[in-house]
């Protein structure tokens, strides 16, 4: 049932106008940024003399693109988010999701992964470009792997986060902004703490989970961090459609 609820999502994501545009949008930034990587590659690289200070162009280029690219889905998110459970909330379809012999979590779970899944289209998109450079240079398949791994992770928080938000209110505008300002403020909440990069309001940083990725690193205590904010924010989700049952 969860992949049916997903492919409804999804179709309904590709059906919409907001989906196209926010898809287009994304790989015109995204092709727009890597293009104009790849030119200050060669300039940077054309003025440096000693073998030894020179960077491999997947480095130079995709610490880059997969940076921009998760600053980039912090706007894409709440948009395609917000009308995730809001909008049948507005239109009164809640009662017919509730009375359909589907559980909660299948529910919860299948918007989740329908709107995972149509993100995960742009970060392929992102590491098809990034393998397109090895027609003229040899690149680091780990590093763009640890890259896209990490962004996909990133944006799974996002969407879990944003699914949470939109069970919250019936105004899909509303929900789109409380998105955002959440997801910023978890993204830079390690810059509040300091110096102190050890403290627990850093720990709890969506970006200082991210940022070893950027590196090419795969920390297990990084994937158990996105795996907990995923699984804490869709079973408060489950929580929140269980109240309004409830009280029908």
Same mark, same amino acid.
């Given at each position: ?68 690219a ?10 395609l988010?917000m ?14 999701? !509730? /009375?359909?012999? =589907?559980?909660? #979590? ?5 918007? +989740?992964?329908?709107?995972? %899944? *149509? &993100? ?59 998105s ?32 070893? !990725? /950027?590196?090419? =690193?795969?920390? #297990? ?5 996105? +795996?907990?904010?995923?699984? %804490? *924010? &869709?079973?408060?989700t489950?929580r ?9």
């Amino acid at each position: 049932m969860i992949i049916n609820i997903a492919r409804k999502e999804l179709k309904s994501l590709f059906s919409s106008p907001m989906g196209w545009v926010v898809l287009a949008l994304l790989q015109f930034i995204f092709g727009l940024f890597f293009q104009e990587q790849i030119n200050e590659y060669f300039q940077t690289m054309s003025g440096i003399v000693r073998p030894e200070e020179r960077l491999g162009v997947t480095e130079f280029i995709g610490n880059n693109i997969f940076g921009i690219a998760s600053f980039i889905m912090l706007f894409a998110v709440p948009l395609l988010s917000m009308r995730m459970i809001s909008d049948e909330r507005r239109q009164q379809t809640l009662t017919f999701l !509730f /009375s359909a012999p =589907l559980s909660l #979590t299948d529910i919860v779970l299948g918007k +989740f992964f329908g709107l995972v %899944t *149509f &993100l995960s289209i742009s970060i392929l998109l992102v590491v098809a470009m990034m393998l397109s450079l090895n027609f003229w240079s040899d690149v680091d398949l780990g590093y763009i792997l640890a890259n896209a791994i990490g962004l996909w992770f990133l944006v799974a928080s996002f969407c879990a986060l944003g699914v949470y938000v939109s069970s919250l209110t019936q105004q899909p505008v509303v929900a789109a902004i409380i998105s955002f300002i959440a997801l910023f403020a978890l993204l830079i909440l390690d810059h509040f703490s300091g110096a102190d990069t050890d403290s627990p309001i850093a720990y709890l940083s969506l970006m200082k989970h991210f940022q070893p !990725f /950027s590196r090419g =690193l795969v920390d #297990t205590r990084d994937f158990a961090y996105f +795996f907990l904010f995923i699984i %804490t *924010f &869709l079973t408060l989700t489950v929580r929140r459609l269980d109240a309004d049952r409830l009280r029908g």
